[in-house]
């Protein structure tokens, strides 16, 4: 089993529509999770920590399953721009910032 | 504020040859780590440097290497290179003195290309 294993898609959605992904981690110690985006031949950048009691940005909302050991990130109102590879990110075993992604999952907005 | 810089962008080796990758971080970060990203998976974590020191490795053999300099430049070597070392090498910074420790800042990496 994958330390850190997400769905790679691609998932194809028009626009204005809402969308889901889930990941899940090994670890049921991990304390710090994140999502980070990543455009075609880019580098990631971070998109949002996600915290215990789940948070909200614009569009996008994160929220931690400790009992299930997962992390979710929602979409809203989907955008031609919001197309990219979405990578989970758990820092596994707390030391320092040795950060673990997952393989990422693709997302396809189309008009 | 210059952001995580690599060098070079894009490189062709052949098997068996080495190859030094390059990186300067964010300025005010301390903490350099190398990750490797094959095409169609997420980055792989290689190891990170903290005051001139590895301080954590990820699973890739003694074949990788790497130094950070005084000015928290650092450097990622890989000896006898081998066709699956073909992928984008990435490098991120971060400090832990700024309360960023966990948010990485990447640069836009090095494409190798082993033949």
């Known amino acids: 089993r994958k330390e850190v294993e997400q769905d790679p898609g691609p998932f194809n959605v028009p626009e204005g529509a809402t969308v889901a992904f889930n990941c899940t981690y090994s670890?049921?110690?991990?304390?710090?999770f994140f999502w980070y985006r990543q455009d075609c031949r880019k580098e990631p950048k971070l998109l949002m920590s996600?915290?215990?009691s789940g948070n909200e940005d614009g569009r996008f909302t994160a929220q931690l399953n400790r009992a299930s050991q997962y992390i979710s990130l929602l979409i809203r109102d989907s955008k031609l721009s919001d197309s990219a590879t979405y990578l989970c990110?758990?820092?596994?075993?707390?030391?320092?910032?040795?950060?673990?992604f997952g393989g990422g999952t693709r997302l396809m907005v189309k008009p | 504020d210059a952001g995580v810089t690599q060098s070079p962008t894009h490189l062709i080796k052949t098997r068996g040859q080495q190859v030094t990758l390059r990186c300067s971080p964010k300025?005010?970060?301390?903490?350099v780590s190398w990750y490797q990203q094959a095409l169609g998976q997420g980055p792989q974590f290689i190891f990170q440097?903290?005051?001139?020191?590895?301080?954590q490795r990820g699973n890739f053999p003694d074949r990788f290497s790497g130094h950070q300099f005084p000015n928290y430049s650092s450097e990622l070597n890989v000896n006898a290179l081998l066709l699956g070392d073909s992928a984008l090498y990435l490098c991120?910074?971060?400090?832990?003195?700024?309360?960023?420790?966990?948010?990485?800042?990447f640069g836009s990496g090095t494409q190798l290309s082993v033949l």
């Open positions: 991120a910074s971060s400090s832990p003195r700024t309360g960023t420790n966990e948010k990485l800042f």
């Open positions: 996600v915290y215990s």
């Open positions: 670890n049921s110690a991990s304390q710090s």
């Open positions: 440097y903290y005051e001139e020191e590895e301080r």
């Open positions: 300025s005010g970060h301390d903490t």
């Open positions: 990110v758990v820092n596994l075993n707390n030391a320092g910032n040795m950060l673990t």
